[in-house]
């Protein structure tokens, strides 16, 4: 692993000042970035036209919010999305989106995906700077069609910064009072034919305390939690003309993240490398035919390091791991052409093709690669054949090296009754296809994989309807939202062979059930405050406990109000989120709940120039200073060796300041 030193960053965060300087213009107040439209890019607009539920968080939310991650920033921006992170920024979380488990969302960068095919149970949440961020597109729904396996609940796209008609640059450094220090900067311009986006983002803290005080043993040593992470990218495009267009982009990330227990540790660590590189040409060939053709490269490497203090305590530490090696590098190629040959109808027809291979030193995950091709094909009705109605369909065939092939559908639509009223929904079929784990695992100590393992397969419906009204200067928009979803062949651990000692993955019988509902509210006054609200209700039921699914909360508010009044230089945020009543499986006495807890953040910015160059941003995180618990575990007490549950615990009250200069 390559440490950033304190010398290398500054000499990098120069480096990018400089260039953002070299290319400011302090006379402009607004930049305008480009817009052209792409095919891949528009996919989650289209989807929405025809019938998807897509929400769009942006990086002014992000800015106005004072988030560090994106993981903080979905928790308390993205409607109907459970996120919990278990100790504060850039560690794992828990998620759920419409009542799933955490391994049935897929989480993308720019449009290519980013999970950690090696386990189901993890996201890759925890190296991503909220700074990198242009918006994020939340697609409700199974979305197996175009992104495949994992699509099962949703997809959710991390747009990075986007390339500018003019020079565009910022800086920003910021601290809070779990000792975070922060720097980001950007600088992006237009010249001649080519477009160039350069950002980076360095995080450092020695953190929290992230269990009580009652949870910790006398033998856990280490009861902060550290992190350092720093992340640069490149974009760049070049357009041959205004049909033609070739993009090349990378972004490389370096951390050190603690992973610490209440229990023996003296010191745990994951050290994270990570690039993630892609190339894209876009043709539009005819008003007939347009396509792109993309290629990407996923390198994530990781080395675990973990050193125990003994009971009793010694001057000797136990090696439980130095340095392990676990990571998976995924590669592979992406068509998709747009087919208009009338006015009636457009088509879509498309190729995947994505190589996979990984291994885990720790958990003795040896190393396997796995290819998986996939067609797929969809027709959409045009405004010329229904008017105000929106039709799509299509089919996906997947093929993967290892494990049986799959085919699902999707039919979706859109029906705009008048102005004022709206209906729209989706249903089809969803997959997972195994993780390296559930495929191969062979600890001897613990489970084995099973290369037999069918797809876990869904059956899924989304359908809403929504209202827009005002009153008086007031713009308001009311959407009542039901989701369903059957997942079949679960996997999970499904016998014990005695002769090993190790339990044995398969496909559990019967069906996970969800059925849920939503209601989003958005209101406005563009000139002096917006405000939203969004309840989600998830019922999800375990087929063999017959309980709901572990770390899914019964229900989930999120609401937020923004004060931005256009005539004086500042604005101000509040956000309250709310998670229900969660259950905690495979404890040391079987199952606990936890939850029913609402997090209160309040944060404000102000303009220090007339031209707002310069911006000073507040933000009071767990404004109450609410202990809470972001999930649960088990550990040993020292004394007697007996078990118990111990708290993971959320950020506490934490106050964050940051100074913006924008070129």
Not at 570 to 588: D, E, M, R, Y
Request: net charge negative.
């Amino acid at each position: 692993m390559r440490r950033f030193t304190k010398s290398a960053l500054i000499g990098g965060c120069i480096g990018l000042i400089g260039l953002s300087a070299a290319y400011a213009d302090t006379d402009t107040l607004e930049q305008v970035t480009v817009t052209a439209k792409r095919l891949e890019e528009e996919i989650p607009q289209e989807l929405a036209k025809y019938g998807t539920r897509v929400d769009v968080i942006t990086a002014a939310q992000i800015k106005n919010g004072g988030f560090t991650d994106v993981a903080t920033a979905l928790q308390t921006l993205a409607p109907g999305l459970f996120i919990s992170p278990k100790n504060g920024p850039f560690d794992y979380v828990h998620a759920s989106f419409q009542g799933s488990s955490t391994g049935d969302i897929l989480w993308l960068v720019d449009g290519v995906r980013i999970n950690n095919r090696l386990y189901n149970g993890t996201t890759p949440l925890d190296t991503l700077p909220a700074s990198m961020v242009e918006r994020i597109e939340i697609i409700e729904g199974g979305q197996a069609l175009f992104y495949g396996t994992q699509a099962v609940a949703g997809a959710v796209n991390i747009v990075t910064k986007s390339f500018s008609d003019t020079p565009d640059g910022a800086i920003a450094v910021a601290a809070d009072t779990i000792n975070d220090r922060h720097f980001d900067g950007y600088a992006r311009d237009t010249i001649g034919k080519g477009q160039f986006v350069v950002y980076g983002s360095a995080d450092k803290s020695s953190g929290y305390q992230p269990f009580r005080d009652e949870d910790f043993q006398p033998s856990a040593t280490d009861r902060s939690r550290d992190y350092e992470v720093l992340t640069l990218g490149v974009k760049y495009a070049y357009n041959f003309s205004d049909k033609i267009r070739l993009t090349l982009s990378e972004q490389h990330t370096d951390g050190r993240l603690d992973d610490l227990q209440p229990q023996l540790v003296n010191t745990a660590f994951n050290d994270r490398d990570e690039d993630l590189a892609t190339a894209k040409l876009d043709i539009e060939a005819s008003d007939v035919v347009q396509f792109f053709i993309k290629t990407y490269y996923h390198d994530w490497r990781s080395h675990y390091t973990e050193f125990d203090n003994t009971i009793p305590p010694s001057d000797t530490l136990s090696v439980i791991e130095n340095d392990g090696p676990w990571g998976y590098r995924d590669y592979g190629a992406n068509l998709l052409a747009k087919l208009s040959f009338g006015r009636d109808f457009d088509y879509f027809v498309g190729y995947d093709l994505q190589n996979y291979s990984g291994s885990d030193a720790v958990l003795v995950i040896t190393q396997h690669t796995e290819r998986t091709q996939a067609l797929f094909a969809q027709v959409r009705t045009t405004s010329d054949l229904f008017g105000n109605l929106k039709l799509a369909a299509g089919v996906r065939y997947s093929d993967p090296s290892v494990g049986e092939s799959d085919t699902v559908w999707n039919l979706s639509g859109r029906y705009e009754i008048n102005p004022n009223v709206f209906v729209r929904g989706q249903v089809g079929t969803a997959f997972r296809l195994p993780t390296a784990e559930e495929l191969f695992a062979d600890d001897p100590e613990d489970e084995r994989g099973n290369p037999d393992l069918k797809p876990e397969t869904s059956t899924n419906a989304n359908l809403s309807v929504g209202f827009l009204f005002n009153v008086g200067v007031t713009q308001n928009k009311v959407e009542l939202i039901g989701f369903y979803r059957d997942v079949k062949d679960l996997i999970d651990f499904t016998s014990f062979d005695d002769a090993t000692g190790q339990a044995v993955f398969g496909n559990v019988p019967g069906t996970v059930s969800v059925r849920g509902g939503e209601i989003s509210l958005e209101s406005s006054q563009s000139e002096s405050w917006s405000a939203t609200l969004d309840y989600t209700y998830n019922h999800s039921i375990d087929p063999s406990t017959q309980l709901q699914v572990a770390n899914v909360p019964t229900n989930l508010v999120k609401a937020s109000i923004d004060y931005h009044p256009a005539a004086e230089p500042w604005g101000a945020n509040l956000t309250v989120n709310h998670f229900g009543k969660t259950i905690a499986t495979g404890l040391w006495d079987g199952n606990e709940a936890y939850g029913n807890d609402t997090i209160v953040n309040l944060s404000g910015r102000v303009f220090l120039d007339s031209q707002r160059h310069q911006r000073l941003d507040l933000s009071l995180q767990n404004l109450f200073d609410r202990k809470y618990s972001t999930s649960l575990g088990t550990a040993t007490r020292d004394l007697d060796g007996s078990n118990y549950t111990y708290w993971n615990l959320g950020v506490p009250r934490n106050l964050r300041a940051s100074y913006t200069y924008h070129f």
